[in-house]
């Protein structure tokens, strides 16, 4: 199992964010190449000196558990085990060209965690047979 | 690589309608079958008068960039590069019979982007070994 | 066809726990192993007594249907669901040990349709080569 995990990444909340942090840290750690596409809002939470700012938490999100999954997810923290990733294994991240020019952004307005711009027909071709994942 | 690209399509706002619009063209332009079956609030958006209305951004939206992303994707702009897709390729959008019964919808309600209404069964069939994005 | 479906279960709101209940029903009555990661809202909804509680809907649901969805899928309607998924075939449901740890919770703590906890790792171990979909 040497497959693709491929992660088309929309969402821009802390919660969210974290979420697919972890799915591709542990198919890193598996020894899985990961690659992730950025649309819209996730675009939005890369870009440079936005990381660690506070990208709030998916609507449903309950008064009861919102403290505690902040306190994990928030921060950057996502930024941060995305960056554990790719000591420990093959994580691509790249923005989407589309989203790229809806938000009017170069790749020099992008954290250094964005290794590329590409489109969604690279995004297939490199994903290959393996599993791809809407977040 | 001609495998199926399938997408449960149940978010019905139009940044997610475009993201899911573009995934879809992009795989039909590598000649890729494409497979959409609408639940829910997707549903929704896919009836007849209503594909040009406006269906709001997700919860998250950041106000800096709704203006840039609704005027890409709102208007019936998602439905539009359903409309190439399916010029482009093989793409097939169907609508989940149990979400028809929940919304008491009949094919007739929808608009002619909708190819037919079918059960959750036959498509996993249709999907194959192909992959499954839920929008 | 026997390769397992795996769900990465995130969202808690009951239309989305609905969605997931029905695609697992589905798959599991086409004879495929059905395996669900739960992660926070949607961990949390599984909590012990906590399941026929109102959870709401996405912020999207539209006024005009919201009665109607919330009927089918609110009041535990999408629990009992996936009690008759395991009923009809092998659907295995797993809390995530991350998810767990944040929202400081046991297996105890946790609903009797929950089989047990897992991580990442084995989650994806579990998929195989067979479609992941994160809800």
């Known amino acids: 199992m040497d497959e693709t995990i491929s992660i088309v990444l929309f969402s821009g ?3 969210k964010l974290q979420s697919a942090a972890v ?8 020894g899985r190449p990961v690659k992730i596409l950025l649309q819209y809002w ?3 939470a890369f870009k440079a ?5 506070d990208h709030g938490l998916s609507a449903e999100a309950s008064e009861a558990s919102s403290a505690a999954v902040a306190a994990r997810a928030g921060k950057g923290n996502w930024a941060e085990t995305l960056r554990q990733a790719k ?6 991240i790249q923005a989407c060209s589309l989203s790229m020019d809806v ?3 170069e790749q020099s307005d992008l954290d250094s965690l ?4 590409e489109g969604v027909a ?3 071709i490199n994903a290959g047979e393996g599993q791809i994942l809407f977040i």
């Open 23 to 30: 799915l591709a840290a542990g198919a890193a750690a598996l």
């Open 122 to 124: 690279s995004f297939y």
């Open 49 to 53: 000196g936005n990381v660690a700012a």
């Open 103 to 105: 938000l009017k952004l």
């Open 42 to 44: 996730a675009l939005e």
């Open 13 to 15: 909340t802390d919660d």
């Open 87 to 92: 000591e420990l294994g093959e994580v691509d």
């Open 114 to 117: 964005v290794d590329g711009v």
